[in-house]
DNA sequence: GATGAATGAGTCTTCATTCAT
DNA sequence: CATGAATGAAGACTCATTCAT
C-alpha cells in the first residue's frame, strides 16, 4: 500500500476518503458499505481495494489524520505561550475552531470510541492530549498556588466540556465556534481556578 | 408482546436483558449477534424472539429502562431541596452514584447517541434531563447574581464533565466514585460560580 | 387421531377448523402460521396439535371435507333426474350455489391446485367429478345426436366456467347467485348443444 | 438494478429467470427457495442478489413478463380482424398457442391468483386481456343481434374455458394444441351465439 | 488502473413442532 | 386437556472481499 499513485490515482483517493468520512460520520460505520462509496463515486467495486487493504483500514487511517490535524492546529495555536491558564484557554479555542472546520472528523473520534475494534487506535492520540493538558493544568496548579485538585481529572473535566459542547452546538448547531469558545473557557477556567472558592 | 409470562419465562428474559446490556456495552450492538446471545445462555435460537420482537427492539428497551432508572436515581436524590446550587450537586453526585452501578447501561447510552437509529429514542431522557439541569442553573444565576453565561451552555458543559469523568474513572477504573463526584462537583461548581472572576 | 372428543373438544376442533378455513382462504396456507391460528382463539399452542397431526393434515381434511360436500350437494340436486342436459344444468346450479355458501372452501380447492404437495388430495374428488359430468355430456351427446365433441373436453370446459365465474362474481363479488347460474348455465349448454351450429 | 449488465451478466440473469420460472411453476413460490436456484446453477448465494432485489421482485417481474407477452402474441394474432366473433376465436387460438409455448408461464399466472402478495400485479393484466375480449363480446352480441347475456360474464366464462383446458391438455397432456383450440372455439362460440337456442 | 461478477460466511428472523409442567 | 417455553432447521438477505478480464 506504499504504492506510488499518479496524480489521478491521489485524487480518487482523496475523493474517497472524503466521501467515507463523511458517510462515516453520518450515518455510522455499520451503516455504510463500500457498495455505497464507491457508487457514490461512480466507480467499480475494485477501485476501493486498489487504494485501500481494507474498510477497516480506511477507517483507521481517517482517524489517524485527524487526530495529527487536530494535534498541529493546537500546537501550533499554542505556540511559545508562557502562562499554562494561557495555554489552555488557547488550547480549548484552538480545538473548537478545528471542530468547527472538521465536524465530521470529531464525529468520527466519538464513534471510534465505542468500538473495540477503534478505540486501541484512539489511545495514543488521546493520550498525547491528555498528557499535554495535564501537564499544563498541573503548573497552573503550582503557578496559581492552587488547591489540591488531581491534574488528570481536570484535564478530564475540560475535554468533557469541550468534547460536549462542540457535539452539540458546533457547527450549525446553534451557536458560532467564538460564543461556544467563550462559554466553555469561562466554565473551565473557573472550574479550574475557583474550585475551591465554593465551599 | 404484552404477553404474560411465566416466573420461569421472566426470569429467562431477565437473562437475556442482562447479558445483551453486557455484551451490547462491551463488544458494541454491531459485533453482538442474537446468535451470541442465545448461546451464552446455552438456548436455541428461537428463545430470542420469544421473548423480544427483534434484536433493535431489545436495545431500544434495555435503553428506556437504563434512561428512566437513571431519572428515579436522581429525583429521589435532589428530592425537596431548595438551593439550586444544592440542586446541581445532588444530581452530579447521585449520576455518579448511579453510574458505579450500572457503568454497562452508562455505555449503551453512549453507544445510542453514535447510531442514527437510535438517536431519537435517546433525545426524549436527554431533553428532559437537560431541562432539568437548566432550570437548576438558570435559578442559580438569578439566586446568585451571576454573570450571563447560557444556561443550557452550562447545563451540557456539567453533563460533559459528569460524563467524561464517569467514562473514564468509573468503576474499578482508578478512582472510587467519592473522589471522581468530588471532583465533578468542585470543577462544575466552579465552572458555574466563578466564570467570570478569571478575567 | 381417531380419539374421542368431549363436546367440549369437538367445538374447539370445529372453531379451529372454521378459522384455519378462512384464514387459508383469505391469505393462503403459508401466510397462516399455526401460531396466528392459536392466537385467534386465544388459547395455547398445544392445543392445536392435541386436535390435530400437523397444519398439513389440517388442510388435507377440510379440503377432504369440502370435495365430499360439494359432492353431497350435487348428488342431492341432480337425484333420478332422467334427461343428461337437465342433470347437467342440476349441476352447474347445485355447484353455484354450494358455492355461494361456501365460498372459502372453494378458495381452498383453487388454492390447493398450486401445491404439489396438496394436488394428489385434489385428484380423487376432481377424478369422481369430471367422470359424472363427462358421463352426462356424453349421455347428452348421445341423446340429441350431436357432433362429435369430445366428452371430456366439454366436461373440462364446463368446470372452467362454472370455476371462473364463481371465483369472479360469487359471492358478494357483483352478482346473485342465481343470475351467475343463469349465465352458466345458458353459456355452457350453448356450447354443448350448439357447438356446431357455428360453422 | 437498472444496472448495465456485461453479456455474460445479461447471460447469468436469463439462466436465472428461466430456472427460477420453471422452479416457482413446479414446484411452487414457497417451495423454491433462493438457495435452490443459486445450487440449481452452482454458484454462490450472492450472486442471486447481484440481479434481483428479492424473491418476490423476480417472481413479480417474470410475472409481468409473462403477461406482456402473452398480450403481444393475442394482438399480433387478431391483427385487424373486423369481425368480431373472429376476433375472439383468434384470440383464444393464439392464448392456448402461446400456452402450449410458455406452459410454466401460465402456471405462474395462476398461482400468482392465489397469493395476497402477487394479486395485484395479476390485476391489470387481467383487466387490459378482460376489457379487449368482453369488447368483442359486446361488439359480437350487437352485430349478430343476439340474446342479453352480460357481455363481462360471457367473457369470464371464455377465459374460464380457455384457462382450464390450457391447464389440463397442455402441453403434453394429452392433447395437441390444435385440438384443444378447436375445442375451446366450438364451446365458446357455442355458448356465446348459441345461448338462447337451447331453451 | 478499473470493471462487473462472484464468493460465502454470517445476520436476523420465522415457524412447525415438541415437551415439561 | 391446556399452557407457555423451547427447539432448531431453514429462509431471505447482506456485505467485505477477491478475481478474471
Redesign the interface.
Known sequence: MGRQLTPRGQQRRDQLIELATACFA???Y??TSVADLVAGLGVGKGVFYWYFESKEQLFVEILREAQLDLRRAQRAAIGDERDP?RRIELGIRSTLAWIEQHPHHDDLI??A?????FRPHLRRGEEIALDDLSKHVKDAIVDRGL?D??PE??A??I???????AA??LPGRG?SAGA?AD??V?????????????R
Chains 1, 2, 3, 4 share one sequence.
Open positions: 453520518e450515518r455510522g455499520h451503516d491558564v466519538r464513534l470510541a465505542t468500538e473495540d475494534r488547591h485538585a488531581d481529572m481536570v478530564h473535566a475535554l468533557g466540556v469541550v468534547g460536549r459542547l452539540r452546538f451557536a461556544v462559554a466553555a469561562a466554565f473551565c477556567l473557573g472550574g479550574l481556578l475557583g474550585g475551591d472558592s465554593v
